[in-house]
């Protein structure tokens, strides 16, 4: 049975983990029973979930589509996620042995809740600041070493639309083979795509039906899982070391937003 790999991966310095395995914080506990998030060192992030380089005090996203652990401040993470996901929505549609597929010009889009949040961290103090317009009220506060700052992060847009999906998804005239309902199966359960629900009824009807046939469209939705996990971690405190991550750098907001792929089955038929 192959074990899921946790969502986020925290690397903590020695401070930070004496804090987390001393039950300093009780606003993690649910996540780490859950194993959505682990602690881990540099060395166990490296060998075990293949982290390249791993930072401490840094907070690591798996990314879904690919299984590769990202740093959550990287400024083209939406990018990497939609690229990803593309990437695997197009060799499902191969696996159903699409004669071609295209992408409407036309999206739906909605943004995620707009969370404003900048944090600064310091040894022996933490730096809060609350922005609302233009309005920018600073207060600062004496807290013990190696204390965290908690906050609500607003994620801006990052040239999400700029990114061309249409070469990642759309297919060419073909004649293709479609592979077994099992094998798409077992594809799209180990490729991040269990919860596109587009997907799992075209594979039950594959079932039951043994052939795909006529014309079809496919609604996907992009970067909810990111948006999702992004808000996950809001609530909790959390440290970033100013000497190697300045949030106010990373100021995002996701916004999600759903494509619809227009699938031939079987093209020009010969008579």
């Known amino acids: 049975m192959q074990i899921e790999k946790p969502q986020l991966v925290i690397v903590p310095d020695e401070d930070y983990e004496y804090g987390l395995t001393h039950h ?18 540099k060395e166990d992030a490296s060998s075990k979930y293949g982290i390249t380089n ?41 696996m159903f042995g699409v004669y071609s597929a295209t992408l ?24 809060q600041e609350n922005q609302e317009g233009e309005n920018n ?28 999906l249409g070469t990642k998804i759309e297919l060419k005239p073909f004649r293709r083979q479609a592979k ?11 490729h991040g795509l269990g ?22 469209s496919l609604e996907v939705s992009f970067l909810e899982d990111l948006a999702k996990a992004r808000n996950g971690v809001l609530h909790l405190k959390f440290l970033q070391d100013e000497a190697s ?8 907001q996701t916004h999600t937003f759903t494509k619809i792929i227009n699938v031939d089955f079987n093209g020009p038929q010969d008579y």
């Not at 204390?147 to 700029?162: D, I, K, P, T, Y």
């Not at 077994?180 to 180990?190: A, G, L, V, W």
């Not at 919860?195 to 014309?215: N, P, Q």
């Not at 991550?245 to 995002?252: D, L």
């Open 24 to 41: 300093a914080y009780p606003e993690y506990e649910n996540e780490l029973r859950s194993k959505n998030l682990v602690v881990l060192s």
């Open 54 to 94: 791993p930072v401490e005090n840094k907070i690591y996203i798996r990314n879904p589509y690919d299984g590769i652990y990202l740093d959550l401040a990287s400024e083209n993470l939406d990018v990497l996620f939609m690229e990803k996901k593309a990437i695997q929505i197009r060799e499902v549609l191969i």
């Open 104 to 127: 409407e010009s036309t999206f739906k889009e909605s943004t995620n809740k707009d969370l404003q949040f900048n944090v600064g961290y310091q040894r022996g103090s933490t730096i």
């Open 137 to 164: 009220n600073r207060k600062k506060e004496s807290t013990p070493k190696g204390a965290l700052v908690s906050g609500e992060a607003a994620f801006n847009s990052n040239s999400q639309h700029e990114l061309n």
């Open 180 to 190: 077994t309902p099992k094998e798409i199966r077992q594809y799209i359960n180990t």
């Open 195 to 216: 919860e596109e629900c587009s997907l799992i009824a075209w594979l039950e009807r594959y079932e039951r039906d043994k052939i795909m046939t006529g014309a079809e």
């Open 245 to 252: 991550f300045n949030i106010n750098n990373h100021r995002k």
